[in-house]
């Protein structure tokens, strides 16, 4: 089975991005994989939402899924069923929190590399995440899962699951503009300060990158901007680079047609269906407070030139 991992930092453009490849046959975007447990069941976190407009513990998608993994019991009444389940949500949280966080990227790639042996409790942890991919693929009918998390220990620890071929994209987008987007509180998240958010995009990136440092030929590193500058020309280079089965369509004026999709958590965008428009989101160039351009490009400093972006803003 075969695995894109989008990470990076967010609001960096992968819901779209998702959606889009998940148009493809037997490909199946299943958004942010991670939140399944913590806001689809435990209610702990926000957006609970499937793609498809359902809640995700009533989509008949996330529920065969979760069924599965649980092995849920025809003869056990709903409520010894329902305590199953969430104590394997509790207990993947806590994996999660544990093993996956973006302090553990560098642990998780000296398994993945042979440099270091995991524990018995990592182990357990890398085997419920192939567990949970295997269990998606085959409810969705997919051959290749585009998850959109964005965690890069989960991409770390990818690379390494026996049986998985994991392909790493490594999704940026300038500083500034994210750090625009996170003023804006959205209907499932509050709004990040942007010497937060900045801070954030700078260890994400930096984490996404040694990733791609152990395994140059699984990973690619996508600017959003590229992406919506030549939509059609990057979604055919990042095809071939993922072997993937064809090349989404893009209609003229950089238009793609989406289907209804099983993803969990992310943009609302993920909801939209029809005729959607790949266009550049410039409004942070003059939406973005000086002080504020000022802070994020100080803190994201090290990593612009690298990623080709300019001292100033719009520049």
């Known amino acids: 089975m075969k695995v894109l991992y989008i990470t990076g930092w967010c609001r960096s453009g992968s819901t779209l991005l998702g959606n889009v490849l998940g148009e493809l046959p037997g490909v199946a975007h299943v958004g942010e994989l991670s939140y399944l447990w913590s806001n689809g069941v435990l209610r702990t976190g ?10 995700l513990l009533d989509c008949g998608v996330w529920g065969k899924v979760l069924a599965s993994l649980t092995g849920d019991d025809a003869d056990n009444d709903a409520a010894d069923n329902d305590a199953g389940l969430h104590a394997l949500a509790a207990d ?39 567990s949970l991919y295997e269990a ?25 699951l026996p049986g998985i071929d994991a392909r790493i994209l490594h999704l940026v987008r300038d500083p500034r503009a ?72 893009v209609a003229p004026g950089n238009t793609v047609t989406l289907g209804e ?5 992310g943009n609302p ?15 942070w160039v003059t939406g973005l407070a000086r002080r504020d351009a000022a802070a994020s490009t100080l803190i994201a400093l090290p990593l612009l030139p690298r990623y080709r972006y300019p001292l100033t803003p719009g520049g």
């Open 261 to 265: 999709n099983h993803t969990v958590t």
């Open 46 to 55: 926000t957006n609970p939402t499937c793609g498809c407009g359902e809640d």
């Open 178 to 249: 994210t750090a625009y987007s996170w003023l804006r509180a959205k209907a499932y998240i509050p709004a990040m300060d942007p010497r937060r958010s900045t801070a954030y995009w700078t260890g994400f990136n930096l984490a996404s990158e040694w990733i791609g440092g152990a395994f140059p030929r699984r990973y690619r590193r996508l600017r959003y901007e590229d992406f919506v500058a030549e939509p059609a020309r990057v979604l055919k280079a990042l095809s071939h680079w993922a072997e993937l089965p064809g090349t989404p369509a």
């Open 269 to 283: 965008d993920r909801l939209r269906r029809g005729p959607v428009p790949i266009r550049p989101d410039d409004a």
């Open 92 to 130: 993947w949280v806590r994996r999660h929190d544990a093993h996956l966080r973006t302090r553990h990227t560098r642990a998780r790639l000296a398994e993945a590399t042979g440099r270091a042996e995991p524990d018995p409790d990592v182990g357990a942890t890398l085997r419920a995440m192939t």
């Open 136 to 160: 998606a693929a085959e409810v969705l009918g997919a051959d290749v899962i585009v998850d959109s998390s964005k965690f890069p220990a989960e991409a770390a620890a990818l690379t390494g």
